[in-house]
């Protein structure tokens, strides 16, 4: 029997994009839950089946074509999905549904099922109630998993538990936690409970989801005996479906997995990039830590940018002294080239771009009173972050960053130059250098970083979304080696300063190989 989205897609016809997004409802592909399902089916003694997150039903449709007398049990916590499965499987005496939230159910813990197969929703940390969840799973399974955990953890890490002997499990979450800080713990769980078998990634150019911004990874698991090896997997593109399948089909025969490891070797406490897309380290001398010269934070998070950013005319229309503006990059497309002058600055000012943000200093200016009133109409105060704020409009007090590093890029890190006393928000990482330390000053570094052989460190450092889109956070980066600069010659520094200030506005970006060739002069082996 032929399966098929159609159901999916009807729904998602009918039903509104912001109700979908309320319930984190992204439907599985037929291609990539029928590798899920392979894996569950692969255990001969399935009988018992789990679906966590049940939806409308993909893996059960699939499971039920292929072994008709299963005994399936399904949660999902919106009424009108469930309205919908529970009319397609009306017929079926195989399909238990429930409507009820599988991971909020203390009841539940001790079932143990045959096979789970789940595409759990996909809400990060503060949009469920993680300070009692989170201790909740933290005390069932003795983990230590922090507050910033996204709710799918809860749901593998929970149906991991609840395998029987020789069950097995099946997943589709985002990769993200592979290669995050929050996804240490995770993968400490993963590994210490001897049941993580296989994990394949999916390519970083292509969506598994179409509105869904993220790329995922398929995990497999088993509570079998072949616990000393752990395999992982890449997926490039839709034509790679059929050679997955084989691989699942094969187990616990790993060699056609593209990496296998034994499971002794695999350590929680760093990414899991460099085990399914290990790159070569290049090989230079004289590495320090990347904190050695410099530190890296986030930008400014106002929590409602809108409320706080301002163009020229807002800032005439509202009557705010400027005194209680501070100047401030709002959208990193504003900022071109390497360099950000005053004139670039002023540039944008002109063209009535957002450059300001609210920094209340003079607080008798009436026009600064009735704006902040007006905020609190708004209820800007009762947001997540201005909550915690004492008083709810204060700002960040942070010096001007001196280089400024893209959170987001599809091409490499690339790196700004501030040479003017502006400030930024989330949308760039702050790069502040230590104290001129061994003769590294901010235009010495900066000279490093826009170089090849910099961007060579930090590309094993950043975590990949959908459509080739990276993301690099403040410890990624922080956690880099790079090359010890400060051992240069004061010539060979004086050099690479000049290079950069009398190039740092030309738009042919060749000088760069000058640079290169002066760090593998001296530092390569």
């Avoid at 616990?252 to 695999?266: G, R």
């Avoid at 986030?298 to 503006?325: P, Q, V």
């Avoid at 130059?417 to 001129?436: A, D, G, S």
Wanted: proline share 4%; glycine share 4%; charged share 25%.
């Amino acid at each position: 029997m032929e399966i098929s989205n159609n159901i999916e897609s009807e729904y998602s016809s009918t039903v509104s994009f912001e109700h979908r997004k309320k319930y984190a409802q992204f439907f599985t592909p037929i291609e990539i839950a029928d590798i899920m399902a392979e894996w569950l089916l692969g255990n001969n003694a399935l009988s018992k089946v789990l679906e966590p997150a049940f939806g409308l039903g993909v893996f059960s449709r699939i499971l039920l074509s292929k072994k008709p007398h299963l005994s399936i049990t399904g949660y999902d916590i919106d009424d009108a999905i469930y309205e919908k499965a529970s009319n397609a499987f009306k017929d079926s005496r195989c399909i238990n549904l429930i409507l009820e939230d599988y991971i909020s159910n203390d009841n539940n813990w001790d079932e143990k099922y045959d096979g789970i197969i789940c595409n759990p929703p996909y809400f990060k940390f503060h949009d469920y109630d993680n300070k009692c969840l989170i201790p909740k799973v933290n005390q069932k399974l003795g983990t230590r998993l922090n507050l910033h955990t996204n709710l799918y953890a809860l749901f593998l890490l929970k149906s991991i538990h609840q395998l029987k002997r020789n069950g097995r499990c099946a997943y589709i979450v985002p990769s993200e936690f592979l290669n995050s800080d929050y996804g240490v713990n995770i993968k400490s769980y993963l590994v210490q409970s001897k049941k993580l078998r296989h994990i394949i990634v999916f390519n970083f150019k292509e969506n598994v989801f179409d509105d869904a911004l993220t790329t995922s990874a398929i995990i497999l698991c088993a509570n079998d005996e072949f616990a000393d090896t752990i395999a992982f997997s890449h997926i490039n593109d839709a034509t790679g479906f059929g050679r997955i399948k084989e691989i699942v089909s094969s187990y616990p025969n790993t060699k056609y997995s593209d990496f296998t490891y034994d499971s002794k070797d695999i350590h929680a406490d760093v990414k899991w990039k460099s085990y399914y897309a290990p790159t070569e380290v290049p090989n230079f001398k004289s590495l320090v830590p990347f904190t050695a010269y410099a530190k890296v934070m986030r930008g400014i998070a106002t929590g409602a940018n809108e409320y706080f950013s301002f163009n020229l005319s807002k800032a005439r229309n509202t009557g705010i002294d400027m005194a209680n503006m501070q100047p401030c990059i709002c959208h990193s497309t504003d900022v071109r080239g390497l360099c950000f002058t005053p004139d670039d600055f002023n540039t944008l000012l002109n063209s009535n771009k957002n450059v300001y943000i609210l920094n209340p200093i003079n607080k008798q200016d009436k026009k600064l009173n009735a704006y902040i009133s007006e905020g609190e109409k708004q209820k800007i105060n009762q947001r997540h972050l201005t909550s915690k704020r004492i008083p709810w409009y204060s700002m960040e007090k942070r010096a001007p960053s001196p280089i400024w590093a893209n959170v987001f890029n599809r091409n490499g890190l690339r790196f700004v130059r501030n040479e003017t006393p502006t400030m930024n928000l989330t949308t760039f990482h702050c790069i502040y250098v230590n104290n001129n330390l061994f003769g590294v000053d901010a235009d010495l570094l900066f000279a490093y970083l826009i170089s090849d052989t910099a961007k060579t460190f930090f590309s094993t450092s950043g975590r990949e979304y959908g459509n080739g889109l990276n993301k690099f956070e403040p410890n990624d980066l922080n956690k880099s080696l790079m090359l010890d600069i400060g051992s240069l010659s004061e010539a060979q520094k004086e050099r690479l300063r000049s290079i950069y200030q009398q190039n740092k506005k030309n738009d042919d970006l060749s000088y760069i190989c000058e640079i290169d060739s002066i760090l593998i002069d001296n530092f390569s082996n």
